[in-house]
């Protein structure tokens, strides 16, 4: 990449992939590297909200679904 090309801006898919693996604690350096250059905080921070709400969701479901 140069000077004048603009970073190419991650999408939803690439995000969710990245809060994800984060999630999980594992992710390779390679694939960190190329979300640290694509992804912006902003992205990285709705995503994990949105990530979390749907785990919190998910674990109430399974919950009431079980008792």
């Not at 000077?3 to 693996?21: D, N, Q, S």
């Not at 984060?22 to 990285?44: F, H």
């Not at 709705?46 to 679904?65: K, S, Y």
């Amino acid at each position: 990449m140069t000077e004048h090309e603009a970073p190419k801006k991650g999408g939803r898919l690439r995000t969710a992939r990245a809060v994800g693996w984060a999630m999980l604690g594992v992710r390779k350096g390679s694939d960190y590297q190329k979300d640290v250059e694509s992804i912006t905080p902003l992205q990285v921070v709705v995503g994990g909200l949105v990530a979390v709400v749907a785990l919190v969701a998910g674990l109430i479901l399974i919950v009431n679904w079980i008792v």
